[in-house]
């Protein structure tokens, strides 16, 4: 199963690119990796998706070398309500055959003025 | 358009007694998902369910924790004779399918029930 290793915390202040980094040295060859971002008492929410090369939506864009080992989620220009936990998940399933999705510990990102 | 609903909110029970969370699923979507997150620690994936059927039950914790989900809808999980470490936040996902291939369909995910055994 492929472990994912995230920084704990980091600031940013407004206006920042942020990026976060998430390790995945054991990625399998069917595994996507997914970002989410949960706000306190809610439940995580769908950032972007990829597999390998980069990937831009109008929120984030997913950065993810050849070797997929890594994963980095790039943030333009955060602002205060940016201020959440950031989520790396990696796994897949297989229909009907099961599978694991295994998140990472979460990196506490906290956005200052 | 409701999105996924978890019932209980929140949920007090003595260590020994038997819970019973429920998830409401975005309608239409054909996968669920139940995870727990314990206090300031990252989301554990349990179980999930590709229309009835949970193909991989090994996320589980242990043999007191269960699973249904009947008529492609509603899922319950079901711990039997909670204990201390148990307590946690219990989220249900779901997603217009699980992976059909490779890929993985984005996961909604409801508010989780709180649940706490003293």
């Known amino acids: 199963l492929a472990k994912t290793t995230q920084p704990i915390s980091m600031d940013s202040y407004e206006g920042q690119e942020v990026n976060i980094t998430c390790s995945h040295n054991?990625?399998?060859?069917?595994?996507?990796i997914t970002w989410y971002q949960q706000f306190p008492s809610q439940g995580p929410r769908f950032i972007i998706q990829g597999y390998k090369t980069k990937v831009t939506n109008e929120v984030a864009s997913l950065f993810i070398p050849a070797d997929r080992k890594s994963s980095t989620l790039s943030l333009p220009r955060v602002s205060l309500s940016d201020t959440a936990v950031y989520y790396c998940l990696v796994g897949s399933l297989i229909y009907n055959q099961g599978g694991k999705l295994i998140f990472g510990q979460g990196t506490e990102l906290s956005v200052k003025p | 358009g409701a999105g996924v609903s978890q019932s209980p909110s929140n949920k007090v029970t003595e260590k020994g007694k038997d819970v019973e969370l429920r998830c409401d699923p975005i309608s239409g979507h054909t996968a669920l998902y139940w995870y727990r997150q314990s206090l300031g620690q990252g989301l554990e994936f349990l179980i999930y369910?590709?229309?009835?059927?949970?193909?991989?039950k090994s996320g589980l914790p242990s043999d007191r924790f269960s699973a249904e989900r009947t008529g492609g809808s509603v899922s319950t999980l079901t711990i039997q004779r909670t204990q201390q470490e148990d307590s946690a936040v219990y989220l249900c996902a779901s997603s217009l399918g699980a992976a059909s291939g490779s890929s993985s369909y984005e996961q909604y995910f409801g508010p989780g029930t709180r649940l706490t055994v003293t």
């Open positions: 369910f590709q229309g009835n059927s949970a193909p991989d």
């Open positions: 054991n990625i399998a060859t069917n595994d996507y």
